[in-house]
């Protein structure tokens, strides 16, 4: 791995973008860049190298994001457990139309788009707890959830 970052890193160096779309590698750059369609194919035919090393410097870059939306997560489930009861009648019938009702749509898709970013921005896999599982008291359960 250590020759292909040397040249990932020399191509960043010389202005030349390398990043990944998809499942794709993509590599922008000026066409006076000594040597620019060379290390373009070098760098193309060892992809899932390349790949590899971006998505660790993602990893390395933004530990600290990680952590800190995998704390709203945790906190977010906190607080649904704690308004959940607030939800339901003495008959056990969900109460709806409140303004109660609306804050917990909306902060239920602002947790899932949270967890999207941390799965597909940051590459996080597997649970937010440690454990491997969300505690059972909680939801929603994050994707990398075991139970």
Known sequence: MGRIKEV????????????????????????????????????IDNKEEVIEIKNQIIRENYEDESKELIQQLKKGQKWFDAVDNKLWDKKGDAITGTELEEKMVDYLAHWIQKENTLRDLYKYKGCIYDEGKCPTELYPKCKGDKQ
């Open 8 to 43: 990932l890193q020399q191509a960043e160096d010389q202005g030349m973008l390398v990043f990944i779309e998809g499942e794709k590698l993509k590599i922008r750059g000026r066409v006076d860049i000594p040597d620019a369609e060379n290390i373009a194919q070098l760098l």
